[in-house]
T-cell receptor
Framework: AQSVTQPDIHITVSEGASLELRCNYS??????LFWYVQSPGQGLQLLLK??????LVQGIKGFEAEFKRSQSSFNLRKPSVHWSDAAEYFC???????????????FGAGTRLAVHP | DSGVTQTPKHLITATGQRVTLRCSPR?????VYWYQQSLDQGLQFLIQ???????AKGNILERFSAQQFPDLHSELNLSSLELGDSALYFC???????????FGQGTRLTVV
């Protein structure tokens, strides 16, 4: 069965420090991969996606992620964290349809990011 | 603002009752998804509709049902509510199956 693992439940970084959030997936075919962010009391905002092509993808708010097939990973990175980045981050994989695309997202448990001033 | 609108934002109701959650997808999006977010289960897929037709079902309880109308808005009906149904219910939409999904702000349901 497809699954997504986010090994870190909580991460705390200092403002201005670099950030890497880990995501590992279990999926047989080429995955559709996503990172979403959820601020307190808010919905899920799409940060970036990987469907195919260049394995390093750029997203909004200065985030990037790298797809590594050999490691079944799709880690999220940001070179310098801002206090406003404090939120919960979810990695997700789209369950593939033989007709193309995906019909649902399988989410990891999330990583809660705290940012110290 | 993702362009996906969910109403109401908050709902408090008693056990045994029935509620309807409404979702208006982004303009042009044909696919609508419903997800449930709870502390113990995390984010779980419930059901997907595409252009009015049910396309996929997840761990949706028999007490729950959904539909997508000709104008593409969708409703999620929850009946015989139990305390454990308290959760945040998200709607998402996408243009097609191979494009990214955008989420609404969610409806927080509290069953007392």
């Amino acid at each position: 069965a497809q699954s997504v693992t986010q090994p870190d439940i909580h991460i705390t970084v200092s403002e201005g420090a670099s950030l890497e959030l880990r995501c590992n997936y279990s999926y047989g075919a080429t995955p559709y991969l996503f990172w979403y962010v959820q601020s307190p009391g808010q919905g899920l905002q799409l940060l970036l996606k990987y469907f195919s092509g260049d394995t390093l993808v750029q997203g909004i708010k200065g985030f990037e992620a790298e797809f590594k097939r050999s490691q079944s990973s799709f880690n999220l990175r940001k070179p310098s964290v801002h206090w406003s980045d404090a939120a919960e981050y979810f990695c997700a994989v789209g369950q593939f349809l033989f007709s193309g695309g995906y019909n649902k997202l399988i989410f990891g448990a999330g990583t809660r990011l705290a940012v110290h001033p | 603002d993702s362009g996906v609108t969910q109403t109401p934002k908050h709902l408090i109701t008693a056990t045994g009752q029935r509620v309807t959650l409404r979702c208006s997808p982004r303009s042009g999006d044909l696919s609508v998804y419903w997800y449930q977010q709870s502390l113990d289960q995390g984010l779980q897929f419930l059901i997907q509709y595409y252009n009015g037709e049910e396309r996929a079902k997840g761990n949706i309880l028999e007490r729950f049902s959904a539909q997508q109308f000709p104008d593409l808005h969708s409703e999620l009906n929850l009946s015989s509510l139990e305390l454990g149904d308290s959760a945040l219910y998200f709607c998402a939409s996408s243009v097609r199956a191979n494009t990214e999904a955008f989420f609404g702000q969610g409806t927080r349901l509290t069953v007392v």
